[in-house]
C-alpha cells in the first residue's frame, strides 16, 4: 500500500464517553495506518478521558489533550488543528464512525486527481448505532460561491492538504464551526467530492442545533457575521440563502432506502 504521508484526525470533543469508543475503534481498523488522533477534550465530566487514556496508552498515534477550562467547540477545535503535524488534515467528531477504507479510497482519489480539498459520501445512523435509511452526497466541485450558499461536506467527511492550505483557526461561533473552516479552505481550493460511501454520521436526540425553524434559519447569521466578517446587509443575505442551499440539497443529494431487517426464523 502507497504511503501519502501522516493523516492529522482532529476530534473535537465533549461529554461523548458514550460514543467515543466505537469512534476511536472505526480509526483503529483503518486499511491505511499512517495517522495520529487528536482528541480534544472540552472538560468533559463523563469517562471520556478514562477511555481514550486507555486506547493512547496501547497506541501511540492516539493524543489526548483536554481544555484548561470549557471553550467551547470553535476553540476546541482550534487547539485540535494547532496540534496537528500530519500533511493532511481529517475531521472525526467523537459520535461519528468511519468505513475501514475510509483514509486508503479518499487520499488515493486526492493524490490522483490532485485535489487539495475533498468529500465524499455517508450514511446516518441512529444514536443507537441503526442505520436509518439516509444516505447524504452533494455536488462534485464545491467553489466558494456554492459553500456560501450551503454547507455540502459532513464534517467526518473532508479532509484537506495541510502543506497547500496551511492552518486554520477560525472565530468563537457556537454552531456551524465546521462550516467556518470550509469557507476558509475553500478560499484556496475548491473541494471536490469523491463518490463513495466510507462513513457513517449519527443523528442524536440531544443537539445544539435549534429545533425551531425561525431559529434554525437564524442560527446561520453569525457564520457570516462574525466568522466571514460580512456587513449585517450581507450576513443576512446568505443566511436567507442558506434556505434554499439546504433545501436544494435536501431534495436532490439526501436520499432514502430501504433498511434490511434481520428477522428471526
Known amino acids: 500500500m502507497n504511503d501519502y504521508g501522516l493523516v492529522s484526525i482532529i476530534t473535537p470533543t465533549w461529554e461523548c464517553g458514550k460514543f467515543i469508543e466505537d469512534m476511536i475503534k472505526s480509526v483503529l481498523v483503518q486499511t491505511y495506518g499512517n495517522w495520529e488522533l487528536l482528541v480534544q477534550d472540552d472538560c468533559s465530566t463523563d469517562d471520556t478521558k478514562n477511555i481514550v487514556k486507555c486506547y493512547a496508552d496501547a497506541d501511540g498515534r492516539i493524543k489526548y489533550d483536554t481544555n484548561e477550562r470549557k471553550l467551547g467547540a470553535a476553540a476546541t477545535r482550534n487547539k485540535a488543528l494547532c496540534r496537528a503535524r500530519g500533511k493532511w488534515v481529517a475531521f472525526l467528531d467523537a459520535d461519528d464512525l468511519w468505513l475501514p477504507e475510509k483514509l486508503e479510497h479518499q487520499l488515493r482519489f486526492m493524490v490522483e486527481q490532485k485535489r487539495d480539498f475533498s468529500y465524499h459520501e455517508y450514511t446516518e445512523i441512529s444514536e443507537e448505532g441503526e442505520e436509518t435509511g439516509v444516505y447524504v452526497s452533494g455536488i462534485d466541485r464545491v467553489g466558494r460561491m456554492a459553500m456560501l450558499a450551503c454547507c455540502w461536506p459532513g464534517c467526518l467527511t473532508v479532509m484537506y492538504d495541510m502543506e497547500k492550505i496551511g492552518i486554520i483557526q477560525i472565530k468563537n461561533v ?92
Open 174 to 265: 457556537s454552531r456551524n464551526n465546521d462550516t467556518a473552516i470550509w469557507l476558509k479552505v475553500v478560499r484556496k481550493s475548491p473541494c471536490y467530492m469523491l463518490r463513495e460511501n466510507l462513513a457513517c454520521y449519527r443523528r442524536r436526540r440531544a443537539s445544539i442545533t435549534p429545533t425551531s425553524i425561525i431559529k434554525r434559519i437564524w442560527s446561520h447569521y453569525p457564520l457570516f457575521r462574525i466568522s466571514e466578517g460580512m456587513n449585517p446587509l450581507f450576513s443576512s443575505f446568505w443566511t436567507l440563502v442558506n434556505v434554499f442551499g439546504n433545501s436544494f440539497k435536501k431534495m436532490f443529494y439526501v436520499k432514502r432506502y430501504n433498511v434490511r431487517v434481520n428477522k428471526k426464523v
